[in-house]
């Protein structure tokens, strides 16, 4: 059970069992697909969108893996559109697994996502925004490090306070920055498709050249493909506070993935219509050369877009994942002080917070990259729990209500999809992959020192005791009503 977050001072009073403190159905159809498709469009199709065309080999190729990864990614989706709709809970794979297969994978799941994915992956975007945001000042110098690094630690604290303040201004925000990346992209898909129907189609000749495809590389192509169109999950983590869940979240999910997917082809096209193939593989910002190419002065503007983009994905991802940490202390998983819930603001204020060290951290240490690199291959793999978790609850809870139901093969060849990628993982990068694996199997000590066993050694219960203690003092949270204060 949750908490309230109380100011200090603040004489709070509250008739027993006539209003609970919890986080407020906000979350309409329009924020629903602003949280989708901000959090999924972050830099990579503006600055990279070259790895699928390097392992595919022919431009035809690489956008069939584009539509191909698409609906994949929609199977994967509408999976978890099922889930989201019969179990009304937030915390995304995290619950899933936790209703599918128990608290002990549940929170190895959680241990691997707060240890290193989520602040690495935090950072990794935060730091694109801080180079981009920075780049029209320090045009054409090179940006110094330590720069983009302060430029990053500011944009992650106004994400974290803007998150802390308002769940309705992150959602207005959220569909504001979802509309100016969008934009972005009209920008680059409008002269490039109109340049294609004049008859500039010298790229396109001989799109399939069997000589030039690269079979071998196609499960990779498809990799970096599934990676870019990652973050459809994210409104799952939410789902309490969505309206009306079980028409929202199948229709916002569906309309996502088809803005998604069309913008992704649409851009690549007008890519490959002013740049050639060799040129698109040697550009370290295919956007940015776009830009330069068709419209002069105006290319300075890609950056900020870019930065915005980056932005966007910020916000939605620490929104979603602040209500795991918030479900995880729920479920007692977590310390009791990250499920309470500001008094007036109505945010999840210590969820939000916990996560600000762990990612300023991770932007000042260094090779997070090689870190994304070995734990990415875990994503895939409890994504593809989750769904063998939805085929095995059509066995084990029949009986369980589906408003929203899927046609079985849709989660089994998703869950094939991800099992795939995990062991081409395994087969591409070992090293890495094994060292991934290995954080995250120390999950399961973890577990039973934490989580399990009642009799721990003294010097650790202290030290739980202890932070526990000092948690509710910042809650500030009165004992004497607790229990009245608690949610159900």
Known sequence: PSALICLPNLNVKLPAQEKKVELGKKVTLLRGISIIIGTIIGAGIFISPKGILRNTGSVGMSLVVWIACGVLSLFGALSYAELGTCIRKSGGHYTYIMEA?????????????LIAIRPAAMAV??????QYILEPLFMPC??????????TTIGITSVMYLNCMSVTWTARIQILLTFSKLLAIIIIIVPGVYLLFKGETKNFEDAFDLTNINLSGMPLAFYSGMYAYAGWFYLNFVTEEVENPEKTLPLAICISMAIVTSC?????????TVISAEELLASDAVAVTFAERLLGNFSIAIPVFVALSCFGSMNGGLFALSRMVYVASREGQLPEVLSMIHVRRHTPLAAVLILYPMTVIQVFVGDIYSLLNFMSFLRWLFIGVVVLGLIYLRYTKPDLPRPFKVPLFIPVVFCLTCFFMVFLSLYSDPVNTGIGFAISI??????????????????????????????????????ANRELLKQG
Request: proline residues 8%; hydrophobic residues 50%; contains cysteine.
């Open 142 to 151: 090179a940006i110094p490090p330590m720069a983009v690094k302060l430029a």
């Open 442 to 479: 120390t999950g399961i000590p973890a577990y039973y020192v934490f989580i399990h066993f009642n009799n721990r050694p003294k010097w650790l219960q202290r030290a739980i005791d202890q932070v526990c203690s000092v948690s509710q003092k910042l809650g500030s949270v009165n004992p």
């Open 125 to 130: 975007i935060s730091l694109a925004f801080g």
């Open 101 to 113: 297969f128990g608290p002990q994978m549940a929170f190895i799941r959680l241990w691997a996502e």
């Open 264 to 272: 992704y082809v649409l851009t690549n096209i007008a890519y490959y």
